[in-house]
C-alpha cells in the first residue's frame, strides 16, 4: 500500500522578513525627512527677504508676454549694469580731477615760495594740504591771517569746480593752553578748522554741508614735541580734499554720529 506523501508545509513567518524590512525603510525615510526638516534661520530670513524684494519672481519669465520681448527681457540687469559703469566712470573722474587739483596746487607752491610752510600730497584718503601754524593763525589764536588768504582763495577756487567732500582738521603741540577762549588745545585745535571752514564756505559760497571739522588737539603729533622746530610742524591744519573711498567712510562715520 501506498503512503501518501504530504506536502512540506510552507513556513508561515517568512512575511516577518519582507514586513520588517519595509517597517525599517519607511522609518528611515521618517528620519531622513526629520533631519531635512530641520531649519536654518538665516537660509529661512534670505528665502523670506527674497519674497518681499520680489527678485525669486523677478528672475522667473512672465507668463505675459511682452509687447517688445527685446526691450523688456533682462532690462533690470542691463539697468544695473549700467549703473555699474555710471559708478565707475564717476568715481575715475573723480580720481583724474583730483590728479589735476594735486598738481596744480603744486605749481602754485613752487611759484609763490610757499612749499616751506605748505606741503600738498596723494595719499588714500585723497589730496592732503598741510599747512603750518605761522602761515595761517598768531600763536594761541584762531583768527586767520591776512597773509593765508591767497592760498585759501586759490583752495576755494579749486573746490568750487568739485563736489567731494572736504575734512578739515587742526592740530596743536602739546604745550598746554589755558585762556578765556580756549582753556585747552581741543577747544583751539577745534577753533582753527572752523576758521578755516568758515572762509572758505563765505568766501566762496561753498555748501557747508561738504565739510568736516575734527579738532585733534595735541593727540597726533607728526613729530617729537622736544624741539621748537617740532613743536612747530606739529601746530598745524590739514585739509583733506577727499578721494570717492574716502567720501563713503566720511559719510558713513558721520551717519553713526
Known amino acids: 500500500m501506498r503512503r501518501?506523501?504530504?506536502?512540506?508545509?510552507?513556513?508561515?513567518?517568512k512575511w516577518m522578513v519582507t514586513f520588517s524590512d519595509m517597517i525599517l525603510l519607511i522609518l528611515v525615510f521618517f528620519v531622513m525627512l526629520f533631519s531635512m526638516s530641520a531649519i536654518?534661520?538665516?537660509?529661512?530670513?534670505?528665502l523670506a527677504d527674497s519674497f518681499q524684494n520680489r527678485d525669486m519672481f523677478n528672475s522667473l519669465?512672465?507668463?505675459?508676454?511682452?509687447?517688445?520681448?527685446?526691450?523688456?527681457?533682462?532690462?533690470?540687469e542691463k539697468d544695473g549694469s549700467l549703473n555699474e559703469l555710471n559708478e565707475v566712470d564717476e568715481g575715475q573722474l573723480k580720481q583724474e580731477e583730483l590728479d589735476d587739483l594735486l598738481q596744480e596746487v603744486e605749481e602754485y607752491l613752487a611759484e609763490n615760495n610757499l612749499n616751506e610752510n605748505i606741503s600738498a600730497t596723494r595719499d588714500e584718503r585723497g589730496v592732503v594740504l598741510v599747512l603750518q601754524e605761522q602761515i595761517l593763525f598768531e600763536t594761541g589764536e584762531a583768527d586767520i591771517l591776512q597773509d593765508a588768504e591767497p592760498f585759501l582763495n586759490k583752495v576755494g577756487a579749486l573746490?568750487?569746480?568739485l563736489s567731494n567732500v572736504v575734512k578739515v582738521e587742526g592740530h596743536t603741540d602739546d604745550r598746554?593752553?589755558?585762556?578765556?577762549?580756549?582753556?585747552?588745545n581741543w577747544e583751539l585745535s577745534g577753533a582753527r578748522a572752523g576758521s578755516v571752514i568758515r572762509y572758505l564756505t563765505e568766501e566762496y559760497d561753498l555748501d557747508p554741508k561738504r565739510f568736516i571739522a575734527t579738532g585733534y588737539g595735541e593727540t597726533r603729533p607728526v613729530a617729537p614735541n622736544d624741539t621748537e622746530d617740532n613743536l612747530g610742524k606739529n601746530r598745524?591744519?590739514?585739509?583733506?580734499?577727499?578721494?570717492?573711498?574716502?567720501?563713503e567712510e566720511l559719510t558713513d562715520a558721520a551717519g553713526d554720529l
Open 4 to 13: 501518501n506523501k504530504q506536502k512540506p508545509q510552507k513556513n508561515s513567518q
Open 40 to 46: 536654518d534661520a538665516k537660509k529661512f530670513q534670505a
Open 61 to 76: 519669465p512672465s507668463i505675459i508676454e511682452f509687447e517688445n520681448p527685446a526691450n523688456n527681457v533682462g532690462s533690470e
Open 159 to 161: 573746490l568750487k569746480t
Open 176 to 184: 598746554p593752553i589755558s585762556t578765556f577762549r580756549y582753556p585747552s
Open 236 to 247: 598745524r591744519v590739514v585739509i583733506v580734499i577727499s578721494s570717492p573711498e574716502f567720501e
